[in-house]
Nanobody, 123 residues
Framework: QLQLVESGGGLVQPGGSLRLSCAAPGFTLNLYAIGWFRQAPGKEREGVSCISSSGGSTNYADSVKGRFTMSRDNAKNTVYLQMNNLKPEDTAVYYC????????????????WGQGTQVTVSS
């Protein structure tokens, strides 16, 4: 019954920035690892990043390392994905997902998902 809600997507030019948010109204996320996945048209869903339940550990796909940063604020019950220096190949629907305690790179390991938010990088 845990459901997530993403926000913050939009249209930006190459080199621009966006901050995505992931929230869970009515639930506390402090025991959950949160992952971000994305899916471009005609392509399979791929893992982007993940943050541990404590916030003490993060990991990133090589394609976004150095440009994207995850953080979480348990007091606000919100997880963030800061995306800088965006590129056209970052265009996709972005989803956040939750699983207890530990991160995973496999989307099937996450049982709770948001509806997705569109990120479009184009001039």
């Amino acid at each position: 019954q845990l459901q997530l809600v993403e926000s913050g997507g939009g249209l930006v030019q190459p080199g621009g920035s966006l901050r995505l948010s992931c929230a869970a109204p009515g639930f506390t996320l402090n025991l959950y690892a949160i992952g971000w996945f994305r899916q471009a048209p005609g392509k399979e869903r791929e893992g982007v990043s993940c943050i541990s339940s404590s916030g003490g550990s993060t990991n990133y796909a090589d394609s976004v390392k150095g440009r994207f940063t995850m953080s979480r604020d348990n007091a606000k019950n919100t997880v963030y994905l800061q995306m800088n220096n965006l590129k056209p190949e970052d265009t996709a629907v972005y989803y956040c997902a939750a699983r207890l305690l530990q991160c995973s790179t496999v989307h099937g390991a996450f049982s709770a998902w948001g509806q997705g938010t569109q990120v479009t990088v184009s001039s």
